[in-house]
T-cell receptor, first 112, second 112 residues
Framework: KAGVTQTPRYLIKTRGQQVTLSCSPISGHRSVSWYQQTPGQGLQFLFEYFSETQRNKGNFPGRFSGRQFSNSRSEMNVSTLELGDSALYLC???????????FGQGTRLTVV | DQQVKQNSPSLSVQEGRISILNCDYTNSMFDYFLWYKKYPAEGPTFLISISSIKDKNEDGRFTVFLNKSAKHLSLHIVPSQPGDSAVYFCAASGGSNNDMRFGAGTRLTVKP
């Protein structure tokens, strides 16, 4: 069974640009969550999708958005990038909300 | 809001000794607790979990203890091995949204 796949693994963008990150969950998993990891801040919850619906959103500005497709694949988008958006973005899939989550390797975003 | 807190950013122990990682939570609706382990350049991987109906769960060298009245859980690793050196995240889920929330992580270093 393939694990959670995130693409791309690494990304360098300049301030003001926008970026889209992709996540393919484990087959059969319908819940996808996104987290931002920065040094000292741990895993900050961005949002969770289940059956194409956003169930909950963390305390991030509206520049951060996401969506989930009918095949459970998910994308997150960050517009008007700021230097502080540089982080590791992790996607996790689970069979249902609140269940054990399986993480991808993450996308390392660097904003210059 | 930090609903799950790991107050120790780092912990160093000698090989063969016990490692104790602590976690506190504020939301009394949480009823499922998990520990994840993260190596550099990899996504977190599930380690062990405990449901609120139990106060202890053991899996080999890893034991998680839950004190519901104190809203506290801990992970014990006995004996600690150098390969256990990683960042450990505590997570909790439950409540009406059944969201999963993570702590900031504790970096464990096991010295040979």
């Amino acid at each position: 069974k393939a694990g959670v796949t995130q693409t791309p693994r690494y990304l360098i963008k300049t301030r003001g640009q926008q970026v889209t990150l992709s996540c393919s969950p484990i087959s059969g998993h319908r819940s996808v969550s996104w987290y931002q990891q920065t040094p000292g801040q741990g895993l900050q919850f961005l949002f969770e999708y289940f059956s194409e619906t956003q169930r909950n959103k963390g305390n991030f500005p509206g520049r951060f958005s996401g969506r989930q497709f009918s095949n459970s694949r998910s994308e997150m988008n960050v517009s008007t990038l700021e230097l502080g958006d540089s982080a590791l973005y992790l996607c996790a899939s689970s069979p249902a909300p609140g269940a054990e989550a399986f993480f991808g390797q993450g996308t390392r975003l660097t904003v210059v | 809001d930090q609903q799950v807190k790991q107050n120790s950013p780092s912990l160093s122990v000698q090989e063969g000794r016990i490692s104790i990682l602590n976690c506190d939570y504020t939301n009394s609706m949480f009823d499922y607790f998990l520990w994840y382990k993260k190596y550099p350049a990899e996504g977190p991987t599930f380690l062990i979990s405990i449901s609120s109906i139990k106060d202890k769960n053991e899996d080999g060298r890893f034991t998680v203890f839950l004190n519901k009245s104190a809203k506290h859980l801990s992970l014990h690793i006995v004996p600690s091995q150098p390969g256990d050196s990683a960042v450990y995240f505590c997570a909790a889920s439950g409540g009406s949204n059944n969201d999963m929330r993570f702590g900031a992580g504790t970096r464990l270093t096991v010295k040979p």
